[in-house]
C-alpha cells in the first residue's frame, strides 16, 4: 500500500549552521509520516477486505434465510403428513380391532360347531350300525313306527350334512377374517414405520434449519466486528497520521521563515542551482552526461532525469486499483519494465526511506531538498532489491535500486511519485 511521504527538507536551503534539532526533527517526522501513510494505507485496505466480507456474509445470511423459509414449509408439509398418518393409524387400529373381534368371534362359532358336527356323527354312526338298526326295526310295534324310525335315521344323517356344510363354511369365513387382520397388520406396521421416518425427518429438518440459522448468524456477528476493528484501527492511524502532519506543518512554517531569511542574506543554493551556476547543464531539456556509465539522459526543466530506462503507463490520478477492486487515488506514474532494470536516482539528494514499507513494498524516498522554492522529494516502489540505505547522499543518475513487483503490485513496474511540499503531485510535471 501506498506511504505518502510528506515535505521534504528545508535544510537544503538552511546554512550549515542553521542544522539544528527542529530540522533533525523535521526529518524525523517525514520518515514517521511516511510509515503512518503506509500504515493507513494498509488499514485502508484492510478496511475494505472487511466491507467486502461483511457484504459477502450478508448475503450468504439472506440465501441461508431463503433456505430457512423453504425448509420451514417442507417442516409444515412434513408435521400435516404427519398429522394425515396419526389419523390413518387410528382409524386402521379401530379396524385391527374390528377384524381381531370378528377372528374370535368366527373362531369360537367354528369351535361350537365343531363340537355339534362332532356329536351328530357319533349320533348317526351308531343310528346307522346293522345291529341297533335291525333291532330297531324289529322292536317296532307297527309298520308306522317301523316308517317313524327309518325317518328318523335319514333326518340325523341330513342334519349331520348340514352342519358340516355349516362347518366348512365358517371355517372359511375365519380363514378371511385372519387373513384381512394380517393385511390390516401389515398396513399399520408400515404406515407406523413412514410415521417413525417423517418424525425423524422432521427432526432432521429443525435441527438443520437451526443450525444454518446459527452458523450463518455468527458469520454476520464475526464480519460485523472485524469491519469494526479495521474502522477503528483505521480511525486511530488516520489520526495519528494527521496529528504527524499538522506537526510538519508548524515545522515546516518555522523552516520556511529560517529559508527566507538565508535567502534574504543571499545564502544557500540547491544542487540544480550550483549546476547551472557551474555551466554544467541548461534547464531546457538539457542532457546530463554522468547518468549510467556516460550515456547521455535528458534533464527537465525542473532538473530530473528518467529514473528508468521504460515508458510511462498507468498515470497520476483517480482510478480503479487492480488489486484492491475500488476507485482511489493513484498518488505516482507507473513506468513498466522487466524486473531487476537499474533504477537511477531522479535528483541529487538525501535518501530518508528505504526499506519495506507496507503495499509500496522495498522503497526507496529521496529527500532532495528545496527546489524553486518548494520542497520536493521522490519515491520509488515495489523494487526487487534496495542498493541505498537511510541518510546515504546521493547523486543524480545514482543507482539506488532495481525494478521489482513487491508489496501491491500486479507485475514488475517502477511506481513513481514526487512529493511538493508534502503533497503528491503529477511525477510528469519534474520528469522527462
Aim: some cysteine.
Amino acid at each position: 500500500m501506498a506511504a505518502a511521504v510528506t515535505g521534504g527538507l528545508l535544510v537544503g536551503l538552511v546554512p550549515p549552521a542553521m542544522a539544528d534539532p527542529l530540522s533533525d526533527r523535521h526529518r524525523e517526522i517525514q520518515q514517521t509520516i511516511a510509515a503512518a501513510r503506509a500504515t493507513v494505507d494498509e488499514e485502508t485496505a484492510t478496511l475494505q477486505a472487511a466491507n467486502d466480507a461483511l457484504e459477502a456474509s450478508q448475503r450468504q445470511l439472506d440465501d441461508a434465510r431463503a433456505k430457512l423459509e423453504q425448509t420451514r414449509v417442507e417442516l409444515q408439509a412434513a408435521r400435516d403428513d404427519d398429522a394425515v398418518l396419526a389419523t390413518r393409524l387410528a382409524a386402521e387400529q379401530a379396524t385391527l380391532e374390528k377384524a381381531r373381534a370378528e377372528v374370535a368371534r368366527a373362531r369360537s362359532e367354528v369351535e361350537t360347531q365343531r363340537a355339534l358336527t362332532a356329536r351328530a356323527a357319533r349320533d348317526a354312526y351308531q343310528s346307522r350300525s346293522d345291529v341297533s338298526g335291525l333291532i330297531g326295526v324289529l322292536e317296532a310295534r307297527s309298520l308306522g313306527e317301523v316308517q317313524q324310525r327309518l325317518q328318523w335315521d335319514t333326518t340325523i344323517f341330513g342334519s349331520t350334512t348340514a352342519r358340516l356344510t355349516k362347518l366348512q363354511a365358517l371355517e372359511a369365513e375365519l380363514e378371511a377374517a385372519e387373513k384381512a387382520q394380517a393385511a390390516i397388520e401389515a398396513k399399520v406396521a408400515a404406515d407406523k414405520r413412514a410415521s417413525a421416518a417423517n418424525v425423524t425427518r422432521i427432526a432432521g429438518l429443525e435441527a438443520s434449519a437451526a443450525q444454518q440459522e446459527a452458523d450463518v448468524a455468527a458469520l454476520v456477528e464475526r464480519n460485523a466486528q472485524y469491519q469494526a476493528q479495521a474502522q477503528q484501527a483505521l480511525q486511530e492511524d488516520m489520526d495519528r497520521y494527521n496529528a504527524l502532519v499538522a506537526e510538519e506543518s508548524a515545522i515546516e512554517a518555522d523552516l520556511a521563515l529560517r529559508v527566507a531569511e538565508a535567502l534574504a542574506r543571499g545564502g544557500g543554493r540547491d544542487d540544480l542551482g550550483r549546476l547551472v551556476a557551474a555551466g554544467t547543464i541548461s534547464t531546457n531539456h538539457a542532457t546530463y552526461p554522468l547518468v549510467a556509465g556516460g550515456a547521455q539522459v535528458a534533464l527537465s526543466p525542473q532538473g530530473f532525469i528518467r529514473p528508468v530506462n521504460a515508458k510511462p503507463g498507468s498515470p497520476f490520478g483517480r482510478r480503479f486499483h487492480p488489486i484492491l477492486k475500488y476507485w482511489r487515488n493513484h498518488n505516482g506514474t507507473d513506468f513498466g519494465a522487466a524486473c531487476g532494470v537499474p533504477l537511477y536516482a531522479a535528483q541529487s539528494g538525501t535518501v530518508a526511506t528505504a526499506g519495506r514499507q507496507g503495499g509500496f513494498g522495498n522503497y526507496v524516498v529521496i529527500d532532495h531538498g528545496v527546489i524553486g522554492g518548494s520542497s520536493i522529494m521522490t519515491g520509488y516502489a515495489h523494487q526487487s532489491r534496495i542498493a541505498v540505505k537511510v541518510g546515504q547522499r546521493v547523486s543524480m543518475g545514482q543507482l539506488i535500486g532495481y525494478v521489482g513487483t513487491t508489496g501491491l503490485s500486479t507485475g514488475c513496474h517502477l511506481h513513481l511519485q514526487v512529493y511538493k511540499n508534502g503533497k503528491p503531485v503529477d511525477p510528469l510535471t519534474y520528469i522527462p
